[in-house]
């Protein structure tokens, strides 16, 4: 993917996760109090309005400035290395979706912790899993599709060194 449509297209991912993100989290501070259920028996899965101080699972609640720093930090570090790599040239496609996917959903959590002091969470799957959002889902989705791109990308790779070092193997022995 070229240069120009590469970072048109990781900004638009990011963009799209943080409005999407900020509007269903709004729908859900309208909708439902915070310890409000939809459905109201709570389901296996079902909307649960809370408001998080912390971190995944909650971790770090009583340093919101820390996790403020922290998130600010780790941001800038995605947008950065979006950036380095957008400068490369010829950038693979998974790497500007889940750059841009990862960007928007630390932007989405980013907003909500500065105009708020905690993140809207609202899905909630099971009894024993974390409650989570869409910035969530879209920073957790990221990181899995670059962890399987890199994976396939090495794969590949080792499947065509393979493939050019048998045939120069064959060649060598028809000479």
């Not at 995605?78 to 957008?86: D, F, K, S, T």
């Not at 790497?95 to 630390?106: A, C, P």
Request: net charge neutral.
């Amino acid at each position: 993917m070229g240069r120009g449509k590469a970072a048109g297209i990781g900004i638009l991912i990011a963009a799209f996760v943080a409005f999407l993100d900020q509007y269903v989290k709004n729908l859900v501070r309208e909708h439902l109090a915070p310890g409000e259920s939809l459905p109201a028996d709570g389901g296996f899965f079902s909307l649960y309005h809370t408001n998080n101080t912390g971190v995944a699972f909650s971790m770090l609640r009583e340093h919101p400035n820390v996790i403020l720093w922290i998130q600010a930090a780790l941001l800038a570090l995605i947008a950065v290395g979006l950036g380095l790599l957008l400068r490369r040239g010829n950038v693979p496609w998974y790497y500007v979706v889940s750059l841009g996917m990862m960007l928007g959903g630390g932007a989405g959590n980013l907003i909500d912790r500065l105009a708020r002091g905690y993140v809207t969470d609202f899905i909630k799957v099971g009894d024993s899993f974390a409650i989570f959002n869409l910035a969530d889902a879209a920073l957790t989705g990221g990181c899995g599709l670059l962890i399987i791109g890199l994976i396939v990308a090495e794969r590949r790779r080792s499947r065509e060194e393979a493939g050019a070092g048998e045939a120069g193997s064959a060649e060598a022995a028809h000479e």
